[in-house]
């Protein structure tokens, strides 16, 4: 069996914010692919690019350079002793034994050599950049074609997505912050040759709002702060018809609102709650059957008057809860939107305490 390459063939990521990012990148793929067949008899073709470690384009494996532990490529790969087993520094030292065959962990090493080349394994696929065959030029009977490789760079953002998202749920930040920071850095490169094209603007906007997620994670506010405020800048760049770009947009308004709010600024948290509010707004005047942008303009109605009670505007607050109620009571959902309907409830029960803690306070 012929070995393969992740790169040309990657997943969609699972995170539901960079879906975008996946979807475009397979479509770029699709349409190489689609070249590729049109020449399969032919000598010369434009085919998917060869791996600098020898992986073809069927299937997605990368074998030895994952963590058994996260299920992401290796970060600061780490070796136990005695055993030699290899995992990521993050994901290992949270053991005493090895997880693979339970042998006592002496130390920990770092395996500088395999990260070279799990490290050269991500550029090798970046730098494989080459024009395209010309189907203009008429064949010449005899002549020797030149095989000329794809561009491959939009298709490893996708593969390094899928590999942050892992590392991120298996609570190896600083895995999956690397992963992006490299996905970010090849966007803005195509930005340099392509211009702020909405599809490469929705991209970077859903990378670093996952990069402030995970400065988020690690506690630090202020580089979270400004991942989110570059999400929404270059979000704000696309055109707003596109409910799940503008569900990542409202989210990284909320993000830094929350942020905002945790660290005591509630006029500036209302501040951004309240744009998220008003983008929600819009989604709905554009989607009015949507249901979880019903849901989304209640959470942010939510959010808003829960700030306006905490600096005294008890009038407005109540009217904000109220609206969100009579949202909430008005959906209608079909029994498969089970996830939607436990949410809806979810928010309805605070609002409800919200108002209810109201007529408390009034009671005599």
Known sequence: ??????????????????????????????????????????????ISPKCPFGYDSQTFKIGPFSCMICQALLFE????????HVYCKACISRFKDCPLCGADIEKIEADTNLQNVVDRFIEGHARIKRSQVNTDEEEVPGEKKTVIYEDVSLDRGAFLVQQAMRAFRAHNIESAKSRLSICAEDIREQMGRMGNTSELCSQLGAVLGSLGDCCRAMGDAGSA??????????????PNDDLEITHTLSVSLNKIGDLRYYDGDLQAARSYYFQSLNVRRDAIKNHPNASSQILDVAVSLAKVADVDRNIGNEDTAIEGFQEAVKLLESMKLNSEDVALEQRRLSVLEFLNNQLAQKQADSAP
Do not use: T
């Open 1 to 46: 069996m012929k070995p393969v390459c992740p790169f040309v063939k990657a997943a969609r990521p699972d995170d539901a914010s960079l879906k975008k990012l996946g979807e475009n990148q397979n479509k770029h793929q699709a349409g190489h692919e689609g070249k590729a067949k049109q020449q399969e008899s032919g000598e010369s073709a434009s």
């Open 77 to 84: 790969s780490s070796r136990c002793v005695p055993c030699s």
């Open 225 to 238: 702060v400004s991942y989110f405020e570059e999400s929404v800048n270059f979000l704000l760049k696309v």
